[in-house]
């Protein structure tokens, strides 16, 4: 089974820790295929960039179509999800999404940790109608280079947001973004309540939706476009994707 | 006041549409400056051209930023639109967003009604938070070009529909969708509660944000994001309002 | 255009407040009539006293009844609001939904500010609809006197109670209370995020609704009760009014 | 025990009707004494006569404070329910309410049937908080003088109605209106599922309340204004009542 | 009338601790019929053990079928309220639902109080449709043995979290959990707000039901199961009423 | 890897029925081992069948602590899933919560079909936090005896109820009941959308969850029972894994 992980912003560095999550991840028939976008923001931390993302993350997306079984979107923000699995023949998970679902099935309610703002995790955990099982959000106050230049003290921050969470009801907390992508199995043991990464779950999904071998909605919101739709400006693939 | 009426798609005859329907609604003293995007999708019917479409109009959206006190989406899926609220240095004012809020001071709950299917305007009212006040969808099962080639019977199938939704309760309806426009006037009388055309509805509220004269938001999840952000392959003007 | 702005106490000197800001609101060709209640509470801050509000508010607006294009109910609980909307034969607005509604076309989710208790206006957005668009409420440990005695210690304090809205989620601030009338001008730019104040939301948004010229629902929970109706004790122009 | 039964309109008959509904509910040791407003609408059909009935309903309440041990609102819309609780010294009863609470008891999800328009009983249900024990509203189109003059058909198209409420998935049906009163009594036998009536299961609520004898709150929401509160124009006892 | 008050932990003290308090809640007429499972677990305190228990409680009313007219579920959880309900002859209540519906008729929001974890309460309020009603809760971090060793300790804290929930919007609170049935009528005066002990309401509203005398419903989710049903293991008295 | 199929009633036809469908979806690595409970209902088909269905399922499980890696629990209601995930020392999945779940995973909103009732259904996936996504329920009537005897009209009567849920908004369909086991699959060609298999679906995701390797829970309201619990009455196993 070959499984495309998608990153949604152009710097490769993040691509190769995404992939590196995967194939940790992965089961042994699995073969993970990485990939960068050609073109949109280096870092997505803004609602325009997470747009501008989800072009060229469906873009890079049609290259692939009917080479891949399964796409995983390696973007916290789940960027173009729906889509993106309207789009591809194929099964697609976002990340948070994954590690979202994947929480309900360990306790009751879960929390989110991520690094800066919450507000568009909230929005996001809305959209994907799950704010009911959501106990609460903790930004902690460091960038990404933060957590790189002292890591200890990034990891002590995590611990103590993930104890806030745990008190105010959480029973697993989702660790967000790919700042902290690798810290869930890192600090497993000595958080109170299990950690989840979003592409280990986002890659352990995929598998069982090719697994259930489930076909794609003919009707619905999710089913394919009439064919002949017509567009301009865009990549070969894409515009023939869109085409049917 | 100018006020820049931005289409979402490239069909041009779809742009002028909104745009003397913008016209018509505007006060004296607003000039309505109608735009198309470069690319993307010629109609947006699935959930992969919204977002390419996205990209297109938030692109379009730079070029204007600076020359214009407000923006109007002229699209039904109101697309981008947190993204372009963030992005732009003025207010921006999604359609069915409008048309949505100003149902809110007509009645108590509104009824939404569209060609084809109704899945994606039901998440974007909760997009908006609005559940609690829909009382139902309706998607006749008309394409827009057979509401161009039989009126009558289009218009007859709308005012069976509007009797439907108000029977399920709702003291007010949304025309959703570019084909529409301009029928909410025409049905008018025939109707038994108001009737709302996104248009119409987000440049008057345009016009309102603009008088009010409010700040942008400097914290929160609509503050601009931080200067220096770097981005590849988008257009000059674009990758510059990005960067900050 | 006329518009009614109508107090709900019988405080002259809060509806001499309410119409200077509703002036300063208004666009050039709008006359904004101000007027107070015959009967009722000088203030009200119990619910009692809102429900006898309600109708010293219905007996005033019936007096007006054809003689102005819209009316704004000065009071910051939208007193007998969707009764003032159904009774009249134009639009009614209040000045908290105003607000509210305002702050959904400027961010994510909106914080509300008032001195002493909160919980009548978190009952009070939830009727709106509006809850999940709710970061959370502030009421300082103010009286409306102790705000005029000490302007300076009043500011900071709400100041300060904005930026803990800001925090907990908010991009935007309603400040609601006839006593912070005026603040959100004078403390925009002091605000991370916008305020935004009910007169002037409300006087603008009736002008939309004047300008949209929507036609009053003939059908649903809007439309006007059945003529005929019989009432006793009440004021000529309301028992008319009533009467159909 | 003394338990006011306050109609909210000014039709004696009506008033009647329901106190001899409550008696036959009330304990033994319960003397229910019947009231009707002085002023107001003769029946409540319109959201403005649903605000003038509250103002003569807390006139009503105000002449009794001190003389009974409870109040049962005997009007089907919980007509200033929250204000005169927090106003009065006694606890207080709405007759929906009550109803809405007992089918709670009873089953899962209830229904509600009445004569008319549904959606202000929508409203009010929500403003109880029960919307998500709330499976359905069926509003008969019949007016309360057809219920009279011809019950047989009445009687068939409640039952008619409680059938389509059962279908979807009510444990119990509460009935609205003081036109049905009586009727869940007779018609017990006949529907699948339990009738609630307003007035019986008020009653049998205020004896609870008053059996339980708690204090009244002394802060929140509920606890009574600060004393001192002026106004004008209101009648002496509701005034006294109001200053405290 | 006879109401059984059944508990559903095999602690004969805490039965009879419930007994008495159900005694001093009755009306004169009432018979309290106190009963304590033949197996299960000594107290609640695990998911397991409220499955486990839910079974014994069951086979326990099995056993007064027929013999009571009403039953209580002396169980903080509510333990099988649902299924005793469809099982049972006669009305069921449990003591925190009845509890927080009393809760309703005295104000806007309440808060829950309870030694321990509060998770599980907020499921229980989720599960009864209440969750609109809830302002916050409160765990001590005491255990019921602590609050036996110092009880003016235990009394201190529990009026600390009681004023810290009325702080937070409860018009009244919940007192949740066997260990604290008593204090609700202790601290009263001291209590800010209302205080309410699910023994004494659950009572109540036992004898409400009773007399109200409302048929079982014969269709929906609360009928009864149709007759024939086989199962092994069970005792004699619960299999032939689950046979029907 | 060895997962338990734990059927929750006492017909080992039903057991062996979900073990094959077991057996089918499981990867090559994993062993299916199912098991019958000792006591209990013959089918679960009313609220009390289910709570004492709850305490055998536990007890079944109890036997196996230890001895497997995960636990799918095949029975549609659910039944005592929190408590078994809180008690036993590995992972613990509900064939309808996994089917959900997986359904969130491949469109927007998803209905469930079932033979009789669906409230009891629609209560579980308000449990487990998942209305926002649930288009609708459709409930057969058809006993599973009907649906034995004549197959071919069950499944016309099947793909029918899946259109229905279809067209009002459904972009995937959960089958809910044992009765409907292996319908999945069968039906896949001939439904618009994707059609789920709680118990395949419960089985992917369990060897998710052992994959994953996540910690139990040490905190929150799934973290172990403090130990020394004591019981009586209880399988000795069962007791055992209590006392922790």
Redesign the interface.
Known sequence: MRILVANAN?TVAITELCAAAARA?A?PGTTIVAATP??????I????????A???L?ELLAEHAGQVQAVVLAVSHDT?L??????MPC?V?GMT??AC??A??????FGLLTLG????Y??LI????????LSGLEGLPLTPQDAVRDPARAEALVLEGIGRL?EQ????VVLGGAALAGLAAKL??R??????DGI??AV??A???V??D?????????????SG??????SPA?AA??RG
Chains 1, 2, 3, 4, 5, 6 share one sequence.
């Open positions: 152009t991840a089961a050609r073109f949109g923001p280096a870092v931390s803004s609602r325009a960039e997470n747009i501008v989800g072009h060229a469906l173009a729906e889509a993106a699995r309207q789009l099964p998970v999404e994954a679902l994947t309900c099935l360990v306790g009751g309610r703002g919450v507000e568009t909230r929005e809305g959209r994907h109608g799950l704010s009911a099982r745990a009801g959480a029973d697993a497993a043991a958080s109170p309540v299990p950690l989840l280990a779950c352990k999904l598998e069982v939706l697994a259930l489930l076909p794609k909605p003919r009707a619905g919101s999710l089913a394919p476009a009439a739709r017509e567009s301009s400006g865009l894409l994707l869109l």
